[in-house]
């Protein structure tokens, strides 16, 4: 299991009321939602291994020299290098990393990377194991697949009851794309799609559905764009048009919109679950420190099963 860590702990931030605090007075609702989720999710679906992928670098260079706007609306006024996050939730992310290693959960990240690119890296190179990809973002769609080890994206867009499980054969019925490439496929027709709240705008005129049929009907990406500027039959003067004034864009944006493969992911430790290296005590110290409660009775009783 693959767990977008940061994903996880901002929609733990915006589920649950800033009112559940610390003895301090410093809000925890992150955290305890945070250990809620980790803890369901190991209870209910007992991964072999666990790793917690963390973002190394929220809005990395390679991706902005690409394309400019690439979350740029996202962007701290006072730090173009930082991220906007709540100021209520900055601080409790330190402690969801001490409760992680204190829980003896192995974490990764690459330095220059975001975690979707640590993930991807890591499921990348699986050949042992089946792979869940545990996270909000629709972008990690891309993943699945069936050989050599079969990789799959435990969806929690609309929250971890209603998760939704995503392989290749879910992910093309959805979205009308070939079982055979849904992966691949996705990632083709996010970059004709867009996506605003990364900063992608997508080719206009071209939405979801249309972008899945071009891509289907061309086979991939570079293929459809090989066929507009060949000329070859099967697209509209709009659409080829429409291409044609994206190019610039359509040049740039794969390489935004694709992980990296070959992030150089580094692991703290060992990732096999149940783990040995639980500091119960530690996490009790946690507990009492910041006023997590049961969240972490449950976090506990999950890893000790």
């Known amino acids: ?124 190179r699986e050949d042992r194991d089946p792979v869940e990809v545990v996270t909000g973002d629709r972008d990690l769609f891309q993943l699945v697949r069936t050989d050599p080890t079969p990789v799959r994206v435990i969806y929690i867009g609309a929250g971890l009851a209603k998760a939704q499980n995503y392989g290749p054969a879910e992910l093309a019925e959805k979205y009308a794309l070939s079982p055979e490439r849904a992966g691949d496929d996705y990632a083709d027709m996010a970059v004709l799609r867009g996506d605003p709240s990364d900063g992608l705008p997508g080719v206009a005129g071209i939405g979801e559905k249309t972008a899945a049929k071009l891509i289907t009907q061309f086979g991939s990406l570079e293929a459809l764009l090989a066929a507009a500027d060949s000329g070859a039959p099967g697209l509209t003067p709009r659409v080829r048009g429409k291409l044609a004034e994206a190019s610039d864009y359509l040049a740039a944006a794969p390489s935004v919109v694709r992980v990296a493969r070959d992030a150089p992911v580094v692991i703290d430790r060992p990732d096999p679950m149940p783990k040995s290296e639980v500091d119960v005590d530690r996490l009790r110290e946690l507990q009492s420190t910041w006023g997590l409660g049961a969240s972490i009775d449950r976090l506990i009783t999950a890893l000790e099963l």
Not at 13 to 37: I, K, W
Not at 95 to 115: K, P, R, S
């Open 1 to 124: 299991m693959l767990v977008d860590s940061a994903g996880l702990w901002f929609r733990s931030f915006y589920a649950l009321p800033d009112s559940l605090t610390a003895p301090d007075g410093t809000p925890v609702n992150s955290v305890r939602g945070f250990c809620d989720m980790l803890a369901k999710l190991i209870t209910d679906r007992r991964p072999a291994r666990l790793v917690a992928c963390l973002d190394n670098d929220w809005r990395p260079q390679f991706r902005v020299d690409a394309l400019p706007s690439y979350k740029a609306h996202r962007v701290a006024e006072e730090d173009p290098d930082a991220e906007e996050v709540p100021d209520a939730l900055s601080p409790q992310v330190p402690v969801i990393l001490d409760v992680l290693d204190a829980a003896g959960v192995a974490t990764a990240e690459a330095e220059g990377y975001e975690a979707d690119d640590v993930i991807g890296a890591l499921a990348w």
